[in-house]
């Protein structure tokens, strides 16, 4: 952990913190030491960074553009959960209406409807539970005649479906942003563990000098 100065601001580090400026500075780098082969690491070579800087950046990329991609099925699974609980009520009054409003709870289970918070009666929260209910919702309007209603059974199995489409899209989306993070957080180890080995060596070869020499090969904290 770096010391805090006289100031008592932490003084910035050979290295950048940010993603996007480590793999910036690990190219620049890279760049810089196939120039100079004559500074060389016993467990690394250029080459070596270079793969690791690119396969960073691919995999920094792929994760904003997910991430990007799964704030769009976020709002749409929102949206659809919304008219799902909207619709549940309008199922509520259905069976209340068959039965009456006193005992219309005694058949909610039926429909996949449950107790929530303590107190209210609605389809699951947790969207495997949701998904599940829709089935049970769409067998319970048909076991009590109420297929051809307005929230019949047209109209919940194009919900259903449209949830289930929803839910595959927000796990396809969240696998491969896991997938990408490992990927990136394992590159960036050894990055960052190259980097550091370097600013070792350029100091103990360039005692005098060092902090030019670190400028020459990429490491400018003005940048960061």
Do not use: C
């Amino acid at each position: 952990m770096d010391e805090k100065g006289k100031n008592g601001k932490t003084p910035k580090g050979n290295l950048p913190r940010k993603e996007a400026d480590i793999n910036t500075i690990a190219a620049e780098v890279a760049a810089s030491w196939e120039k100079r082969p004559q500074i060389t690491l016993l467990w690394t070579n250029v080459d070596q960074l270079k793969e690791s800087s690119a396969v960073f950046g691919a995999s920094y990329a792929g994760r904003k553009t997910v991430k990007g991609s799964r704030r769009s099925v976020t709002q749409e699974m929102k949206e659809t959960n919304t008219e799902i609980n909207t619709a549940t009520e309008q199922v509520k009054n259905y069976i209340a209406d068959l039965h009456s409003k006193r005992t219309a709870s005694i058949h909610y289970e039926s429909f996949g409807i449950v107790r929530v918070q303590g107190k209210y009666y609605k389809l699951p929260v947790d969207n495997d539970q949701r998904l599940y209910a829709l089935d049970q919702l769409i067998k319970g309007l048909e076991q009590y005649g109420l297929n051809d209603r307005k929230y019949g059974k047209s109209y919940w199995s194009e919900l259903r479906e449209r949830f289930a489409r929803i839910k595959s899209q927000a796990a396809k989306a969240d696998q491969t942003s896991a997938e990408h993070i490992s990927v990136k957080d394992g590159e960036k180890v050894l990055i960052r563990k190259t980097l550091n080995a370097l600013v070792h060596i350029i100091k103990g070869n360039y005692p005098d000098t060092w902090k030019e020499e670190l400028r020459a090969w990429g490491f400018q904290k003005e940048k960061y």
